[in-house]
């Protein structure tokens, strides 16, 4: 099994939660990811490298950041839909203690998701839909008319911003309240990747971001029904990391704004 393109970057997701995992007090402790990685025959000795293992505790802080807010909104709206785009291999569906009302939607690109369909099954009130988010047809699937939350953990970033608008436009409009969670960089953090890409594409696998996130007031911009509430320098969360040496780099990076803010988990309303 491999993947090129975007979704080569759900791999990296989930080797690194699966690291996590192995930790004696892991930020996340995903098994599912964990059980994922053992599963799929995939090298995952090619991201087995510092480069890549030293992010595992900014991604699993990302991650549950996301898990919070999303149990923090099922308890207020047990009768939720959830909607998690851009879901890779994650397995918060099942992470989460769900109650019995929420009706929960996995949707990423077709080949992820017919890979996903080889470890989960669609069950009640579970479904996985292979689509790209920037098209038209799969949301006409999703019913209206309960609370709704959007997940887009690790995704808005490769889309382009007119892309983002439209996405965000359709979104408000299908559901017309509810509350959307992701994550964003800083505009460096995309010039850098888009630098890294043009003139070291030989040695930079990953796609570059496209669509970076100021602050709050970009949101705004996006889309106007959309209401910023808050977010989360993951960065500034070291005193969760349990190895010591990162821990102090975290709390290095946190002094300076650019390096405390470069990944940030969003919240907002519509
Ligand atoms: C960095 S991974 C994040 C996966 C997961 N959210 C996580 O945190 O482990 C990015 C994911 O976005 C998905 N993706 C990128 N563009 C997409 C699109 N247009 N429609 C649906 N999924 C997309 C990729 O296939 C990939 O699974």
Known sequence: MDFTGVQSTMLVTLFLK?????????????????EA??????????LDKPTITRNRFGLALRTRQIDDWTADFLRRN???????????????????????????????????IALRRELYEDADGYRMIGASVTGEDWLAEIPAGKPVFVIAEGLLMYLHEAEVWQLLGRLT????????VFDGVLPWVAKLTQVLKKYLNRWYDYPAYWTPIRDGSDIARWNPRLLYRDH?????????????KLQRAYRLMSRFGPVRNYLRVFRADF
């Open 37 to 46: 990685v053992d599963r799929i025959d995939y090298d995952w000795a090619k």
């Open 173 to 180: 409009e299908h559901f017309g309240t509810g509350e959307l």
């Open 232 to 244: 989360v320098a993951l960065v500034a969360q070291y005193d969760r990391i349990p190895d010591r």
């Open 18 to 34: 699966a690291l996590d995992a192995e930790e004696t007090e892991p930020v996340l402790g995903d098994r599912f990811a964990a």
């Open 78 to 112: 047990p009768d939720a839909t959830v909607l998690h785009l851009a879901c890779g291999l994650d397995a918060r569906a099942f992470r989460l203690d769900l109650p019995d009302g929420v009706r929960w939607f996995d949707v990423d690109l077709p080949d992820v």
